[in-house]
């Protein structure tokens, strides 16, 4: 079929405002016209039981895409971020991931939810998919370098947690340790990982378990207490933390009590109140902490700037920096010091344990290597404080 | 040893306070109301917000915690069961689980997924008796859970309202024929069990993290007291309630974890194959 002249120059015409709004749609609102986008995919839970977590994760996705823009991007690329609810379902987050790699439009990189529940499924889909995928999971069985080389996780491993730890039990001189956990998945993954470091330390170390939905813990933990442990630990999320502090409270223990990283995940004051967590010490991280030299400079004050225009923060800060933020700054910064934007460039970059200066927004460790996918934790990556009142997600040590 | 005894006694009067609620409606009308142990959960909540935010006095607290369940329990019986032809059987399974979600799903939307707790208005600080301790609110969910067991039993077994419910759980038609009102006395049942479990959120609300999910610990405990108990029977449910409690913390105290529900689920299924009906139940009510 033959066009006129006018036929062609309506073509054309078109031709030319749809390149110009694709264009201007591309190019964002500042920097030069990019060619390419940086796709990432957040499947979070924006429902179900995490639903907090996910919108937390949401606007710290939000806030640390118009960071890197702003600072140049991903390699030059601007980041689009798209944000689809996995419901808090392992089943529903599969089916999400799935289509998205699927269709046309693969994501570079995919931030796969608030708990290990919803990143460990999607790691097989993700590694056959070749697509770089990121995750604040502390579980071990998602720590899996040789099977999926392109996951990574923003969490510290529970070896990290247990050398800080038990490095604060052998500074006190206890002899042994005694720590209360839930039955479940995370929690015997704890135990494991701690067992061997308080072994090296020369720490006994003797855990009880108790049920996520059990009304009171104070049997095991008079069952613990009969191993005549110098302190005691807590390790739990939610109400089980309470139902812990109940049980000390209903025995009267006067033990050195501590929350391990995963308690610190709780805003446990205003979980358990001020008499029932008296006196207890958490191992929470530096970018929780007002006055640290993280949260008093950049790139955390203008993090934080963008957490606090959403109000309100509801217990700690943590569900926004290890699941939103640092997964998309690392990524950057990765995908800076590789000059590319190529997924197993940007895993291979943060293979060979990227120091702070590279990736300069970030608020957590980055140094990763070809063994092990969770960043390196060292004793100054956590901070000691006792539980008091978060206020916008924070603590605030009393001088 | 002693602080064991005194944990299985607390959290077993949890338990049997809870499937008193139960009882009261299966016991007068033979339907069990999936919805009630969320009825107990908004029951929490209430009393949270009455004594923790707004400051309300222990007996304001009770009072709007009793109103708040008297009409969860009414409205769920008008829009629930009245409309069912036969409301014993599937279909009221169908409707009180639908209630059960609806309730959970609604404390979610108000409350989100944090866990709140609330100090015990009769005070914090664990006691000490015989050697053992325990902490003064289970004394009060001890209490009620006795007394409450014994008002039931005596309307149940003396009064003319526990006559006309106990011949409409036997057989409604013929209790129609004499002139009984199965419809009022339903309704009156799931009021009432309504209002008892909102009562019943005051006391526990200290003994546990307020949750929304909180219903869901409870339905399965409640359910398997009930049963073992004898269904229909509240001196029955109390005294299983309590062995429920101290099986469970003599297990937790001395086995590995997981041991007590496994040592209690072998026992429920003992009980059903030697004694259907419960240890002290009336033959007529059997739910599985």
Redesign the interface.
């Known amino acids: 079929m033959m066009l006129g002249l006018r036929g062609w120059g309506g073509i054309a015409v078109l031709t030319a405002v749809v390149c110009c709004s694709a264009a201007c749609s591309s190019s964002g609102s500042s920097g030069p016209a990019a060619s390419k986008q940086f796709q990432i995919l957040a499947v979070l839970p924006l429902s179900g039981d995490l639903a907090q977590h996910g919108h937390e994760a949401e606007i710290a996705a939000q806030i640390a895409v118009a960071e890197v823009n702003s600072h140049g991007g991903f390699d030059g690329e601007q980041g689009v971020l798209t944000v689809k609810d996995d419901g808090d379902d392992p089943t529903r987050a599969v089916a999400v991931v799935t289509q998205a790699v699927s269709a046309g439009n693969i994501p570079d990189m995919v931030i796969s939810g608030a708990s290990s529940d919803e990143a460990v499924p999607v790691l097989p889909i993700l590694a056959k998919a070749k697509v770089l995928q990121f995750s604040c999971s502390g579980a071990s069985n998602y720590n899996d370098p040789a099977k999926y080389p392109l996951a990574f996780s923003t969490s510290p491993s529970p070896s990290d947690v247990a050398n800080d730890l038990f490095a604060e039990m052998q500074q006190k001189g206890y002899k042994s340790v005694g720590m209360l956990t839930t039955d479940d998945v995370l929690g015997h993954s704890q135990a494991t990982g701690y067992a061997p470091v308080a072994a090296k330390d020369g720490i006994t170390f003797n855990t009880r378990y108790v049920p996520d939905n059990a009304v009171s813990a104070t049997a095991q933990l008079q069952q613990l207490l009969s191993t005549k442990p110098d302190a005691l630990i807590i390790s739990a999320e939610g109400s089980p933390v309470v139902t812990m502090l109940q049980a000390r409270a209903t025995l009267g223990v006067t033990l050195p009590t501590y929350g391990d990283a995963t308690t610190a995940g709780n805003d446990v004051y205003s979980l358990a109140g001020a008499q029932l967590s008296k006196g207890v010490l958490i191992q929470t991280y530096p970018d929780t902490v007002v006055g640290t030299p993280i949260t008093s400079r950049a790139p955390f004050t203008t993090f934080y700037a963008g957490v606090k225009a959403h109000p309100p923060i509801v217990g700690s800060i943590v569900p926004y920096s290890f699941c939103g933020y640092d997964p998309i700054a690392i990524t950057a910064g990765a995908a800076n010091v590789a000059k590319s934007t190529q997924d197993s460039k940007i895993a291979s970059a943060l293979n060979s344990g990227l120091t702070a200066a590279q990736v300069p927004l970030a608020l957590g460790p980055t140094t990763y290597d070809a063994g092990n996918h969770q960043p390196d934790y060292t004793s100054e990556d956590f901070y000691w404080a006792p539980v008091s009142p978060l206020e916008d997600g924070l603590y605030t040590p009393k001088s | 040893m002693v602080?064991?005894i005194f944990?299985?006694i607390?959290?077993g009067a949890?338990y049997a306070l809870v499937a008193l609620t139960y009882t009261l409606t299966l016991a007068t009308t033979g339907i069990f109301n999936f919805a009630q142990a969320q009825i107990v959960m908004v029951g929490t909540f209430v009393a949270y917000v009455c004594l923790s935010e707004y400051k309300w006095s222990p007996l304001l607290g009770l009072l709007a915690c009793v109103l708040v369940g008297l009409l969860l329990g009414y409205g769920q019986e008008r829009l629930g069961i009245r409309p069912l032809e036969d409301a014993r059987g599937a279909k009221s399974l169908v409707t009180t689980v639908g209630a059960a979600v609806l309730i959970e799903g609604a404390a979610f939307a108000l409350f989100?997924?944090?866990?709140?707790?609330l100090?015990f208005f009769g005070g914090?600080?664990?006691f000490t008796l015989f050697g053992g301790?325990?902490?003064p609110v289970y004394v009060y969910i001890l209490a009620a859970a006795v007394v409450l067991t014994a008002v039931l039993h005596f309307l149940t077994k003396h009064t003319r309202w526990g006559l006309a419910s106990r011949a409409t759980t036997s057989d409604q038609g013929l209790a129609a024929l004499r002139g009984i009102n199965h419809r009022r006395i339903t309704t009156v049942a799931f009021a009432v069990s309504g209002a008892l479990g909102g009562a019943a959120g005051l006391l526990l609300a200290s003994?546990?993290?307020v949750?929304y999910?909180y219903g869901?610990?409870l339905v399965t405990f409640a359910f398997v007291v009930m049963n073992v108990g004898g269904l229909g029977s509240y001196i029955g449910t109390l005294f299983t309630g309590l062995g429920f409690g101290i099986v469970?913390?003599?297990?937790?105290?001395?086995l590995?974890?997981?041991a007590s529900?496994i040592m209690l689920f072998v026992a429920f299924l003992i009980v059903l194959l030697v004694r259907p009906s419960g240890i002290v139940g009336r033959k007529k009510i059997r739910m599985v």
Do not use: Y
């Not at chain 2, 989100?112 to 707790?117: F, I, K, V």
């Not at chain 2, 469970?248 to 001395?254: G, N, S, V």
């Open positions: 602080t064991t944990v299985g607390g959290n949890a989100g997924e944090n866990p709140r707790t100090p914090n600080n664990a301790r325990e902490l003994s546990a993290p949750s999910d869901n610990d469970e913390a003599i297990c937790d105290r001395f590995p974890a997981g529900l």
